[in-house]
T-cell receptor, first 112, second 112 residues
Framework: GNSVTQMEGPVTLSEEAFLTINCTYTATGYPSLFWYVQYPGEGLQLLLKATKADDKGSNKGFEATYRKETTSFHLEKGSVQVSDSAVYFC???????????FGKGTMLLVSP | DTGVSQDPRHKITKRGQNVTFRCDPISEHNRLYWYRQTLGQGPEFLTYFQNEAQLEKSRLLSDRFSAERPKGSFSTLEIQRTEQGDSAMYLCASVGGTDTQYFGPGTRLTVL
């Protein structure tokens, strides 16, 4: 079956630190990969996506590269801000008609 | 494009009562998904519509749950005889011409 594994949180960083949140996946076929962000009490917002191997998704200073050889899609940001504090979910889907499979989420806490 | 909306945002009910949630997808999005998210977990798929047809249901969707999407526009999710284990955030997402799911803010259900 399909699955997504994320590093456990919380990840605690000081403002302007470098961020990496690891994500690996198992899938039957060639998935599209996503990072969603969830702020407290809210729904999920799409952060970035990549649809094929070696694609790099980027948005708001966050980046992730689709690595087929390591089945990974790690999220990175060069300099985090307090406003980045949220829960980050890695997810995959096998086609436009299938459901999203999510990881358990990683909480990021950024202090001033 | 006004985004996906959900109503109500919060619902508190007593065990054994019936509840109904509504989701309004992005206009002209023909696919609509329902997910359930419990504390500390990623969203889990419940069911999926393409237009008015319910095409897939998860094993999580017990016979106390029913979903409809009349006329292929808004959707409702009803839970009959609620149990404390139904307490969760219920998320709706819609998809248009790509494989990107856009989420609403969710309905948080608390069963006392």
């Amino acid at each position: 079956g399909n699955s997504v594994t994320q590093m456990e949180g919380p990840v605690t960083l000081s403002e302007e630190a470098f961020l990496t949140i690891n994500c690996t996946y198992t899938a039957t076929g060639y998935p599209s990969l996503f990072w969603y962000v969830q702020y407290p009490g809210e729904g999920l917002q799409l952060l970035l996506k990549a649809t094929k191997a070696d694609d790099k998704g980027s948005n708001k200073g966050f980046e992730a590269t689709y690595r087929k050889e390591t089945t990974s899609f790690h999220l990175e940001k060069g300099s985090v801000q307090v406003s980045d504090s949220a829960v980050y979910f890695c997810a995959l889907t096998l086609s436009g008609y299938s459901t999203l499979t999510f990881g358990k989420g990683t909480m990021l806490l950024v202090s001033p | 494009d006004t985004g996906v909306s959900q109503d109500p945002r919060h619902k508190i009910t007593k065990r054994g009562q019936n509840v109904t949630f509504r989701c309004d997808p992005i206009s002209e999005h023909n696919r609509l998904y329902w997910y359930r998210q419990t504390l500390g977990q990623g969203p889990e798929f419940l069911t999926y519509f393409q237009n008015e047809a319910q095409l897939e249901k998860s094993r999580l969707l017990s016979d106390r749950f029913s979903a409809e999407r009349p006329k292929g526009s808004f959707s409702t999710l009803e839970i009959q005889r609620t149990e404390q284990g139904d307490s969760a955030m219920y998320l709706c997402a819609s998809v248009g011409g790509t494989d990107t799911q856009y989420f609403g803010p969710g309905t948080r259900l608390t069963v006392l």
